[in-house]
């Protein structure tokens, strides 16, 4: 194994970087993701690797540097060009050992580890592992991306660039990335814009024992036809006069909360308490003008759909469950927008920041899911298979946190066809939670 510090090979910015509300409202850490690649290295292929990151990082100069707390208790980027860490590691086990590659302990080994009793200024943004497989399998690349950094989005535009570097091809000026967040700052004349009513990110009750808290993982694929069979079922209900057809993403998410409700009510759980799904939407065109397309920061917008109780979702037809997500996304206007960045960062969220900052994670109080609750990211729309170095595209892209949560991905299938499911659910339940995600679909799971 070799680590490699790699900085941007020509002089960059050094002035601190304003981050928004925005970026330090979500997850404070590092997010782990995983790509697979089928495909032998060549020899050179790590000192390629560095080449194009150093040349990348001059275009994403922030990415080498660090974060740092201000005066007023908020997090800036501190550019002082400390570098990325580049982790270059072989395993004894074969690409068929891993299985799916889904989250587990086995696949922990391919994600690089950040020591979170350090002081946040002395922790890299971005940390990358390449891990040869024994016997010259294939690959994977692992990634932990600072989350106050940029969203998945600008996470997928930057290792996109890296690859296309990479191959040996040079960044068109339309692919360069705006890293000016300021565009988020409240004007004087916009603190009056009118508020819009929020939901209260709040801890929910604990209320399951130990043993049924536990989670496991399971990548559920569903099919083109499959999600049109969904859809039709979701849009036979009469909706509103003149109302568009229920998305991809609202049957998809509405059939993945209706099948974990349903599973908690089959088991004989005790459930009478409201739940909901939490997610975030993508506001980059919801603003007016909207945010450039290259725009690299989080733009996220998080909320959640107004509480309902088991009997609403299981007595009613799909069609209600998309209903409610539907009215969720519609309300990430820029009224609401607005109202949003205008609260700002509280004590709470800033005592959570300065614990972050010196190291303290212990005393981060982070607002809990709940046990009866879904957390849910979709990807579903990105392009996160473009990230081809030279050696194919990859064969699996993935989340690769073990989450402790009831949590759901929704991310492009590999070879295009529907998308996967990347489901992390109460283990006692995953079972019946799969049979009832393809009852009726007649496919069988991954």
């Known amino acids: 194994?070799?680590?490699?510090?790699?900085?941007?090979?020509?002089?960059?910015?050094?002035?601190?970087?304003?981050?928004?509300?925005?970026?330090?409202?979500?997850?404070?850490?590092?997010?782990?993701?995983?790509?697979?690649?089928?495909?032998?290295?060549?020899?050179?292929?790590?000192?390629?690797?560095?080449?194009?990151?150093?040349?990348?990082?001059?275009?994403?100069?922030?990415?080498?540097?660090?974060?740092?707390?201000?005066?007023?208790?908020?997090?800036?980027?501190?550019?002082?060009?400390?570098?990325?860490?580049?982790?270059?590691?072989?395993?004894?086990?074969?690409?068929?050992?891993?299985?799916?590659?889904?989250?587990?302990?086995?696949?922990?080994?391919?994600?690089?580890?950040?020591?979170?009793?350090?002081?946040?200024?002395?922790?890299?943004?971005?940390?990358?592992?390449?891990?040869?497989?024994?016997?010259?399998?294939?690959?994977?690349?692992?990634?932990?991306?600072?989350?106050?950094?940029?969203?998945?989005?600008?996470?997928?535009?930057?290792?996109?660039?890296?690859?296309?570097?990479?191959?040996?091809?040079?960044?068109?000026?339309?692919?360069?990335?705006?890293?000016?967040?300021?565009?988020?700052k409240l004007l004087p004349n916009q603190a009056s814009t009118p508020s819009v009513k929020l939901q209260e990110l709040k801890p929910a009750p604990q209320t399951l024992g130990k043993e049924q808290k536990k989670r496991s993982v399971a990548l559920l694929k569903l099919t083109s036809s499959q999600i049109e069979r969904l859809k039709k079922k979701a849009n036979d209900q009469p909706s509103k006069e003149g109302s568009r057809p229920y998305s991809r993403f609202e049957v998809v998410a509405a059939h993945i909360w209706r099948c974990a409700t349903m599973a908690r009510a089959e088991s004989g759980e005790n459930s009478n308490q409201p739940i909901l799904v939490r997610f975030s939407v993508n506001f980059r065109n919801r603003l007016k003008p909207p945010l450039p397309q290259n725009y690299f920061g989080n733009a996220l917008a998080k909320v959640a759909t107004p509480e309902c109780y088991e009997g609403d979702i299981i007595s009613n037809p799909l069609g209600f469950t998309a209903q409610k997500i539907r009215e969720t996304s519609h309300a990430i206007t820029e009224d609401f927008l607005r109202s949003q960045l205008n609260v700002g960062l509280g004590k709470w969220q800033l005592d959570n920041i300065r614990a972050f900052v010196v190291g303290q994670q212990h005393l981060i109080n982070t607002p809990s899911v709940g046990d009866h609750n879904i957390f849910l990211t979709s990807l579903m729309t990105m392009a996160v298979y473009e990230s081809d170095f030279g050696w194919g595209k990859p064969v699996h892209y993935g989340l690769a946190s073990l989450f402790q949560v009831n949590r759901a991905g929704i991310l492009p299938s590999p070879d295009g066809d529907g998308v996967i499911v990347n489901i992390f659910f109460q283990e006692a339940l995953m079972q019946l939670f799969k049979k009832l995600f393809y009852e009726d679909l007649y496919v069988s799971s991954l």
Not at 38 to 43: I, Y
Not at 103 to 115: G, N, Q, R, Y
Not at 167 to 182: A, V
């Open 1 to 184: 194994m070799a680590s490699y510090n790699v900085t941007p090979y020509q002089p960059t910015p050094n002035d601190p970087l304003w981050l928004s509300d925005s970026d330090q409202l979500g997850a404070l850490g590092h997010v782990a993701t995983i790509y697979i690649y089928k495909a032998k290295p060549n020899s050179d292929t790590i000192e390629r690797l560095r080449n194009s990151l150093r040349k990348l990082l001059v275009y994403y100069y922030p990415v080498a540097d660090r974060l740092s707390l201000t005066e007023s208790g908020r997090m800036e980027v501190n550019c002082n060009t400390k570098g990325v860490t580049l982790i270059e590691a072989e395993t004894t086990k074969t690409f068929g050992d891993y299985g799916d590659f889904s989250a587990s302990k086995s696949t922990d080994e391919l994600i690089p580890k950040v020591d979170d009793t350090q002081p946040t200024e002395e922790i890299p943004l971005l940390l990358l592992q390449i891990t040869r497989f024994h016997g010259g399998e294939g690959l994977s690349i692992g990634v932990l991306f600072s989350h106050p950094l940029t969203d998945a989005t600008g996470q997928i535009h930057f290792m996109n660039k890296w690859a296309k570097l990479t191959r040996g091809e040079e960044l068109n000026p339309d692919e360069m990335p705006f890293l000016d967040r300021t565009l988020l």
